[in-house]
């Protein structure tokens, strides 16, 4: 069987050379551009290099990044006078918690306090509400990434069995949801599911979101299957010998003779990520946009 490696780096690098045609279209209409604002609390190296890159990527687009930082010791209500400030600033149109938060602090809690027009992670209890009830709103930008290498895979989701190894509400939840709404036929798995290996061997489509190295082997994946690894995980110099010492979920070497399309680690849906955090951004702005009935100098405003 011949199977095509799903190349996420491509399909973001086409999604973010869109959204920088957009970014220009609203600043030349509005003129101004969206902005996105990183809020970190700690100093934490894995979240800094995230923040760092979603930084990055915005000005390589055209957004405004506003980087805000905390100390590992900020109170609740230090953070969440951050966050009402970011709400309350017209020039920042996306705001992004860095999660984990360090302890005590609560994650979720301080989530739920972002303006859900601003929430581009698309985890406030609105959106997540808005996207059970298949309605217009801001998207997880994982799952919303998914969806788009499916898309572009030409993956036929209507009528398909789709396994979900994972039930966080960060990924795994949103992500069945989304599949839902295009018609699969939906199974979520996770720690305490019986003969794991047996539920994912019946997939059309087997999404791995669950941390755990290669966990997903040969015995897990149906011939023909599409198999997308969303997990990342650094070994030990001991267990990585000669690689890079990072790998997926999926055992890749193992599966991608089984499966039809598969994507890699790195290189896969951790691209894409990002892509859709900066198209969220742009699609926040355009709302806000519109329900502050802003027009370009010179039009009448919609208002």
Do not use: W
């Amino acid at each position: 069987m011949s199977t095509t490696v799903i190349d996420g780096r491509a399909n973001a690098a086409r999604v973010r050379a869109g959204v920088a045609r957009e970014v220009q279209d609203f600043q030349d209409r509005y003129g101004r551009a969206p902005g996105l604002a990183t809020v970190l609390v700690g100093e934490d190296p894995g979240s800094a290099v995230y923040v760092a890159g979603k930084q990055r990527a915005s000005l390589e687009v055209g957004i405004v990044p506003f980087d805000r930082r905390l100390p590992a010791d900020a109170s609740f209500d230090q953070v969440a006078g951050e966050l009402e400030s970011l709400n309350a600033d017209a020039a920042v149109n996306g705001i992004l918690l860095q999660l984990p938060v360090p302890e005590p602090l609560d994650g979720d809690v301080l989530t739920a306090m972002i303006d859900p027009d601003k929430d581009v992670d698309g985890l406030t209890p609105v959106n997540t509400g808005l996207l059970a009830l298949g309605r217009p709103g801001l998207r997880p930008c994982t799952p919303a990434g998914v969806m788009e290498l499916l898309a572009d895979t030409g993956v036929v989701l209507e009528g398909a069995e789709a396994v979900i190894v994972g039930r966080s509400n960060l990924f795994g939840k949103p992500m069945a949801q989304l599949l839902l709404g295009a018609n699969a036929t939906v199974t979520i798995c996770h720690s305490r599911t019986r003969d794991l290996d047996d539920v994912c061997a019946r997939a059309d489509v087997l999404i791995a979101a669950v941390g755990q190295p290669r966990l997903i082997g040969a015995g897990f994946v149906k011939p023909g299957a599409v198999v997308i690894d969303v997990g990342i995980n650094r070994l030990t110099p001991e267990q990585a010998g000669n690689s890079s010492g990072l790998v997926g979920d999926v055992d890749f070497a193992a599966v991608a003779p089984i499966a039809s399309a598969i994507t890699p680690v790195p290189g896969g849906v951790g691209p894409m990520t990002i892509a859709f955090l900066l198209r969220n951004t742009l699609q926040a702005a355009r709302l806000q946009a519109g329900r502050e009935g802003a027009a370009a100098p010179g039009e009448q405003s919609a208002a």
